[in-house]
């Protein structure tokens, strides 16, 4: 029994490792896009105006879920802070599903390992989840229960001192907060997100100026860490568990699972399975795409592929964490209109797809086992930028934690040390992160010159 099981391994993790490594400069490139829409596209008092439960209040919750994080938890954690601050249920449930269905980091790692037509079947099957749930949510809302649960929410999160991160949603914690020039207290959830507050409330500069400062990518590196510090695990845990479950699971527990044949019966019967191996795998957001992939490989149909694509929302860690903040009745509410929902829409994209002509066959593709991942390739190549791109934005942020923070650039809010380049306007000496900056300070000085260019117990914990 042993000696077999050595080489075994070995092609789990060559096969974990080679989907990873196949899907890496897809899953960081996402990433930075996503950030730089997270910190450049304003999302302030995005409640107000998900408040309605309309097709326009719909269809903002989705742009707005599309242009946020892919991570479960922090879509969870988010739609709460929505729904705490009066969001209807529908827009918070389209949310979520648009940030974890419609982002551009999925999109692309599923485009890499499972090919085009799933990649349409994951986008034309984000808006169709979304129609779905809102369908389904008009017809069964227990509101009395939600305004109830909404109510002690907020009661509970009050009388605990809870307080969101005003710069990212998240729940802040005494470990990082600061008091404001009115006395209010302000909780972050990082140090990240504390820097990235004072740089904002300092900067003068826009976009553009912020784009060719430090001060501008020290925020999407700092957003750029917080994807990554929400995602590593579910992503890690992913690829790796795909290959045990490639090399170990036999190919009669998947026949024994799934239906075999054509046909409505079979098409559902894989759907609502695909979901229900979901809920029990425990692996949520970009991470169930190799897992997916193994599925596909064990003969599993279209729709239930798919489907288990779709049902990263209701694992059971992200049903816990409903659970806990919700409660049971509104947890267990959830589950069945995702759980529906998921596998009616995995149902329908097969026979849309079967109607179209369109649904994949990797019949004659080469196994996992029978690929080649670690070549001199484009992959090799496009990894190269991702990696070094990946590292610079890091350095970005570490080197906006790592400054003595005596100065702040007025100009794009950057912390700086006396040896940064200065200039002296109405009797004030202001220091700028680079001499793009400075040129900007020097040709409209009173737009920046507002603001104490000294900082005062910048990183002072309250």
Wanted: contains cysteine; negative net charge; aromatic residues 12%.
């Amino acid at each position: 029994m042993l000696a077999p099981l050595g080489p075994a391994v070995a092609e789990a993790l060559r096969i974990g490792i080679g989907f990873l490594w196949t899907a890496a400069w897809a899953i960081i490139m996402g990433l930075v896009i996503t950030s730089l829409v997270q910190v450049y596209v304003s999302k302030e008092r995005m409640a107000a105006v998900l408040g309605d439960d309309d097709v326009a209040g719909v269809t903002k919750a989705t742009l707005f879920g599309a242009a946020s994080s892919g991570c479960s938890f922090g879509a969870v954690a988010i739609g709460k802070g929505l729904f705490k601050k009066g969001a209807h249920v529908v827009n918070v449930l389209a949310f979520m599903f648009a940030s974890t269905n419609l982002i551009v980091e999925l999109g692309l790692m599923i485009l890499i390992l499972l090919g085009r037509e799933f990649l349409v079947a994951e986008l034309l099957g984000g808006l169709v989840l979304i129609a779905v749930m809102t369908v389904i949510v008009d017809l069964t809302l227990p509101e009395t229960l939600f305004e109830e649960v909404r109510t002690e929410l907020n009661q509970r999160e009050h009388d605990h001192g809870v307080t969101e991160d005003p710069t990212c949603g998240m729940e802040g914690t005494d470990e990082y907060s600061l008091v404001t020039d009115g006395g209010e207290t302000l909780k972050f959830c990082s140090e990240g997100c504390m820097e990235t507050y004072q740089q904002e409330l300092a900067s003068r500069g826009g976009w553009r100026d912020e784009l060719v400062s430090w001060g501008g990518w020290y925020k999407v590196g700092n957003q750029y860490r917080k994807e990554w510090s929400m995602l590593y695990t579910d992503v890690i845990a992913g690829f790796l568990i795909s290959g045990f479950v490639i090399v170990f699971v036999p190919q009669w527990v998947w026949n024994t699972l799934f239906l075999r044949g054509d046909g409505l019966l079979v098409s559902a019967e894989n759907a609502i399975m695909g979901v229900a191996i979901a809920v029990i795998s425990f692996v949520g957001s970009m991470g169930n795409v190799p897992f997916a992939v193994a599925l596909w490989g064990g003969g599993v149909s279209f729709a239930g592929v798919i489907a288990f694509v779709y049902a990263d929302l209701i694992t059971v860690p992200v049903l816990n964490v409903y659970r806990k903040y919700y409660g049971w009745g509104v947890m267990l509410y959830i589950l069945g209109v995702f759980f529906v929902t998921m596998a009616f829409t995995g149902f329908l994209m097969e026979q849309l797809f079967d109607l179209l002509g369109i649904v994949p066959n990797l019949a004659g593709g080469m196994t996992a086992s029978e690929q080649t991942y670690f070549e001199l390739n484009y992959t090799f190549y496009l990894n190269l930028i991702a990696f070094a791109l990946s590292g610079f934005l890091l350095y970005v942020y570490r080197r906006g934690l790592g400054a003595p923070g005596q100065y702040r650039d007025p100009v794009c809010g950057m912390r700086t040390d006396g040896d940064s380049p200065t200039v002296t306007h109405g009797g004030e000496t202001y220091y700028f992160c680079s001499m793009t900056c400075q040129r900007a300070f020097e040709e409209t000085p009173e737009e920046f010159a507002m603001i104490d260019p000294v900082i005062s117990g910048t990183h002072d914990h309250q």
